[in-house]
């Protein structure tokens, strides 16, 4: 079984997008509102992002980004052997993603900056492999890039007070400690610049500290926008929360804020479960609904 592959150039940047798995079974369940009968309300909302019955596709994949002399990856999906309390469809899973990484050219001991937007199971999973039934480091010579306010919430109320808490606990044991204790994190403020036209920006709502990640790319403009929408159909309907964010309300005020922001503007946007072409440039309003308009840059 061979892993999609998807590689696009945006200016400067080369980017490849590895997708793992996707994601179309559970959507309904994160997205309860983004029923058929109001999906099919959004006008512009189309193929590949909904089937035929105006049911909901997603991936769940990591984002590679070379640009200016460094390898970034942007969030790192769920991983390979690793327990998913909840979620049988994640649970021990056992794809070829360093094998597709490796199609791709893509060398993990090249990859200078890991960029987790937040840290649910599903965007730290790759940030460590099993080798000889130990946790290792997957990027070794990387810098591990968290939110400060992100892992403080996990580390000291999130596994006794959120609903993903007990799963959470066991992601952090596999995928988090182990590159805390290889000394490999760099814990960031929700607005840092890390440097080389790439900075983060707060987007809280769908977790405490849940960051997008902004890649000046010369002559244009990416964000990789995690979580902040699981979906298109969320761009038209603001107020459409998934069942695990952390504040439901403050999720759809980023959400208004943001797209406000980028609405008329040339800046690219995708986030994380976007299935390709996963890039578009905002337009609309908050009162006439926001548009998402596919920009497809694969090559
Ligand atoms: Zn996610």
């Known amino acids: 079984m061979n892993l999609k ?47 035929d019955d105006f049911l909901m596709n997603a991936d769940s994949q990591a984002f590679f980004v070379e640009l200016n002399g460094r390898l970034f990856v942007v969030d790192t999906c769920v991983g390979n052997e690793k327990e998913v309390l909840g979620f049988d469809g994640f649970n021990n899973l056992n794809l070829p993603f360093l094998e597709a990484m490796e199609h791709a050219g893509i060398d993990r001991n090249s990859v200078t900056d890991v960029i ?22 997957t990027f070794p010579n990387a810098k591990y890039h968290f939110a400060k306010e992100e892992y403080d919430y996990w580390e000291k109320d999130g596994f006794k007070n959120h609903a993903l808490g007990p799963l959470e606990n066991v992601s952090f044991h596999e995928s988090i400690d182990p590159v805390v204790e290889a000394g490999l994190v760099n814990f960031i403020e929700m607005d840092d610049d890390l440097g080389d036209g790439i900075s983060v920006k707060p987007s809280p709502g769908h977790s405490k500290g849940h960051i997008n990640v902004h890649f000046d790319a010369g002559k244009e403009t990416f964000i990789i926008a995690g979580d902040m929408c699981h979906h298109p159909c969320q761009i038209a309907q603001t107020d459409w929360a998934a069942i695990i964010d952390y504040d439901q309300k403050e ?20 986030c994380t479960h976007f299935c390709s072409p996963s890039f578009g440039k905002i337009s609309g309003s908050e009162s006439e609904g926001f548009v998402f308009n596919t920009v497809d840059k694969s090559e």
């Open 5 to 51: 592959i998807i590689k696009s150039k945006i200016g400067n940047a080369a980017i490849t997008q590895i997708v793992e798995t996707d994601i179309n079974d559970a959507m309904p369940i994160i997205l309860p509102d983004a029923i058929p009968e109001e999906m099919k309300k959004i006008a512009w909302l189309d193929k590949p992002y909904r089937t």
């Open 251 to 270: 999720s759809g005020v980023t959400r208004r804020k943001i797209l406000g922001e980028l609405s008329g503007s040339e800046i690219l946007v995708t």
């Open 116 to 137: 987790c937007t937040h840290l649910h199971f599903d965007h730290v999973g790759w940030n460590t492999y099993k080798d000889n039934g130990e946790w290792k480091p």
